[in-house]
């Protein structure tokens, strides 16, 4: 490994091509902000210390909402040029003293773990860019649209990000740049050029894509249907029973009641019939299996982290969580005017937007032994997205 490796994500653009009533990067693909997509890709690389987002510092809002509970530093605002906020990252991260730096354009959210460790082995030589070889063949006009020759493409590449320099050589570069009176470098690449670094391409990926216009996303979103295309659901149940008590939890939500429920957590049934539910779509295992009554770490503790756990074994199956509903089956505490405050702590820990979980309720007619108040029942259905595997 090549020491200290850090990643400054650039997210300080207006993106205004792309349409929308946001910047492109805090456009969804997939329901998920381009900017969150981009991030995760090296905050979740076994390889990358630090991750340095660079945002617009209108955009704060809309940041607080892409990259909650995400593993960066907090953001540095970027300034009127790209190169400028690419500045301002290497800046703020200069005090930890990185080795590596790699940087990155938010607008690329499919680039893979296998390109990101490509350009951690290649920044060795100091720079190091991904490029493409050019499939088309590339003609340059004049101002008229006339061809004025063909130009031989075997000597060409098309540039990507990441971009891998040595930390101190781009920091110094960049303040030489910025001494010299230069704003207008839209690349890290072209910059240490100018400063005099040799810069070296290594492979890219053509799924490597840059989200530039409104086609792009259009394109990109049907594209990523088809990559989540396993499409699974799962189903999950939990009881649990009264005792006495002055409060349940259900749902995430504590609500004041004339008896409590018995249980080794929390007891909130609600939350670990959803639990069940994601695992028995991923086909992996049950609550019990991954939190074992047995084990007294888990005594009293708070169902919320259950289904963390379990949202986080969909994402690292490289899968997204679609869809949560909820059945809840007692005669009383009454559902229905904490149903919404339950939707939205559901939505909240599993990190899907409210409109993606149900929640109903029922009595069963007094049969049974929620009919005769003994305890509570809950049944729960997820649909999970994963990628395409061998079977
Ligand atoms: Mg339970």
Redesign the pocket.
């Known amino acids: 490994m090549a020491g200290a490796v850090a990643t400054v994500v650039v997210a300080g653009g207006r993106g205004l091509r792309a349409g929308g009533q946001v910047p492109k990067q805090y456009r969804t693909i997939g329901s998920v902000p381009v900017l969150r997509q981009s991030l995760a890709i090296f905050a979740s690389h076994p390889d990358i210390r630090w991750v340095q987002p660079v945002i617009h510092r209108e955009d704060s809002e809309l940041y607080e909402q892409a990259a909650k509970e995400l593993a960066v530093l907090p953001p540095a605002f970027g300034g009127a040029t790209r190169q400028q906020s690419v500045h301002a990252g290497l800046e703020a991260l200069a005090a930890l003293r990185p080795d590596i730096v790699l940087v990155h354009d938010a607008a690329r959210p499919f680039a893979s773990q296998a390109l990101v460790s490509r350009a951690i082995q290649a920044a060795a030589a100091g720079a190091a860019i991904p490029g493409l070889a050019m499939t088309d063949t590339v003609k340059e006009v004049d101002g008229d649209a006339r061809v004025v020759r063909t130009i031989d493409r075997a000597r060409l590449r098309g540039i990507q990000t990441p971009q891998a320099f040595a930390f101190d050589a781009l920091l110094e570069a960049h303040r030489k740049a910025v001494a010299a009176g230069r704003d207008d470098f839209t690349d890290d690449a072209a910059l240490a050029e100018w400063a005099g670094m040799t810069v070296s391409v290594f492979e890219g990926d053509a799924e490597n894509v840059k989200l530039t216009t409104a086609e792009d996303f259009s394109r990109m979103e049907a594209h990523e249907l088809v990559r989540l295309g396993d499409v699974r659901t799962g189903n999950g149940y939990?009881v649990?029973a009264f005792v006495d008590g002055d409060h349940v939890w259900l749902g995430g939500i504590k609500i004041g009641h004339d008896r409590g429920l018995s249980?080794h957590?929390d007891?909130d049934?609600g939350l670990?019939a959803l639990v069940d539910a994601i695992l028995g779509a991923l086909a992996d295992g049950d609550?019990g299996e991954h939190f074992p009554p047995s084990d007294p770490k888990w005594k009293g503790a708070s169902s919320d982290r259950f289904l963390r756990f379990a949202v986080e074994r969909v994402r690292a199956r490289g899968g997204r969580l679609v869809h949560l509903d909820l059945t809840i089956v007692c005669e009383a505490p009454k559902i229905g005017p904490h149903r919404d405050a339950m939707r939205a702590r559901i939505a909240e820990i599993a990190g899907v937007s409210i409109e993606r979980v149900g929640v109903k309720a029922t009595t069963s007619e007094k049969l049974g032994f929620t009919g005769r108040r003994e305890g509570i029942a809950a049944f729960a259905t997820a649909t999970v997205r994963l990628p395409w595997s061998a079977p």
Request: proline share 0%.
């Open positions: 939990d649990h249980g957590s007891a049934a670990h609550i």
